[in-house]
Every structure is written in C-alpha cells, then in structure tokens.
C-alpha cells in the first residue's frame, strides 16, 4: 500500500483487519496492521481493537496488544476491555481485575461489561455469584437487556429449573425487554420435556403475535413433542408448514 492511501482509508484498513480475524485469517490481519505501521501511520483505537477481537483465543496476547497501545499514547477504551474481559470469561477471576481496571482507568463499565461477567459466571456453573452481579448491575443503574435474560434463561433450562425459566420471562416482559426467537424456543423445549404441549402452544401464539418468526428449532421441538404423543396428523402439518 502506499503511504498516502492508507493514510487517508485508515477506517478501511481497520475494517479489512477486523474482515481478516472474522475469516480466521489473523496472519493477514496481523501483516496488515504491521504494513500501516512500517509505511508510518499510526493505528487508532478502532484498529487496535480490532485486531485486540481477533487474539482472543490468545488472550494474553490480546493483553499485551492493551500494554502496547498505552504505551504508544492511544487510551484503551470501554470497548477494548471489554472485548478482553469476554476473552477471560473462562476465567472470573481475571476478568474482574479486569474490570477493576476499567475502573480504575475513569471508564465506568457499561451494560455489556456486566452482561459478560454474568455469562462467565454462568459457565462456570457459579449460580450463586450470578444473583450478586445482577443486583450490582441494577444498583449501578443499568437495566438487564435481551443478552442478559438469554443468558440467565440459558443456564436456568441447562439446570432444569424450569420455573424459575418461566419467572425471568415474565420478568422480562414486564421490563419492556421483547423476546427473540432463541428465547422463545428455550421455553418451547422446556415445555415439550415437560409434556405440557398447551404451554408450548401458547408461546408459538406469542411469538405469532409478536412477530417473532419460528425456525426450524421451534418446529423440531414441537415436531418431536408431537410424535411421543401420538399426535401424527398434527406433527405432519408443521413438517408441512415448514
């Protein structure tokens, strides 16, 4: 590249290195980002974090690149910590200093911050913790949105607490929170282990109503529940409607 045309389509070159990482092409994203480099222009914080995305799976890398931008003068922002907070989120521990110094460094950690430690705490099965960040969420201001409810909802049916699945439903609801079709199918297979099929209908009305579109989870859950029932005319229909 020549100088002068990276200069003036550094947006371009951040967006082809994240375009790289996405393919799985970190080499090529990594040559580019040295290439900007080497011709003397100064990567900013949107390719930095980028490329930052791309190591995850090298978290320690991914640290190194934040070391990196500090010291040649370009502030990390929330985006970037967060993006390495979600790279340590088989690790709480280390997200949370994480979050210490996200803190620390005067940037106030925002919904996805809190929405990542919560899904973390959730991998790792710390069911207990899960109910402290999202009191600490709230007081700090912040409302649980889509990704937290999928998240908690997620956990809750992985667990076979099923009412308490039904609980943050309705709880969602009455936050104004609108469910997505990944939320919905949760509840639909929960109802269908349960053999409770009316249930099930139920939801399939809601997400009609609410302009949700059924996918080919939604049908296999109901299609199967149909089956062990006995119900053939029924579960040859929605084969049909698929």
Not at 62 to 67: G, P, S
Not at 127 to 139: A, D, G, H, N, Q
Not at 168 to 194: A, H, Q, S, W
Request: net charge negative; charged share 30%; with cysteine.
């Amino acid at each position: 590249m020549e100088k002068q045309g990276v200069r003036h389509n550094i947006v371009i070159c951040s967006a082809l290195i994240d375009g790289y990482y996405k393919e799985g092409n970190l080499e090529e994203a990594k040559w580019l980002f040295d290439e900007m480099e080497e011709k003397g222009v100064r990567p900013n914080i949107v390719t930095y974090n980028a490329l930052i995305n791309g190591y995850l799976l090298n978290v320690e890398k991914a640290k190194d690149l934040i070391e990196e931008m500090v010291t040649k003068g370009i502030e990390p922002d929330v985006v970037s910590y967060n993006t390495l907070i979600n790279g340590y989120c088989n690790n709480v521990d280390e997200a949370l200093k994480l979050k210490t110094i996200v803190e620390r460094n005067g940037f106030e950690p925002n919904v996805v911050t809190y929405n990542t430690i919560v899904g973390g705490v959730c991998k790792l099965t710390l069911y207990e913790e899960v109910k402290t960040w999202l009191f600490t969420m709230i007081k700090k201001g912040f409302t649980p949105d889509l990704v937290t409810f999928s998240t908690l909802i997620d956990i809750y049916f992985k667990i076979e607490n099923l009412a308490k699945v039904k609980q943050l439903f309705e709880e969602m609801r009455k936050r104004g929170v609108n469910p997505n079709n990944v939320t919905y199918n949760t509840l639909i297979n929960g109802d269908c282990k349960k053999w409770n099929s009316e249930e099930a209908k139920k939801l399939v009305d809601g997400m009609e109503k609410n302009g949700v579109r059924l996918n080919i989870v939604t049908y296999k859950a109901l299609i199967d529940e149909y089956f062990k029932k006995g119900n053939l005319d029924e579960a040859h229909r929605l084969f049909k409607e698929m």
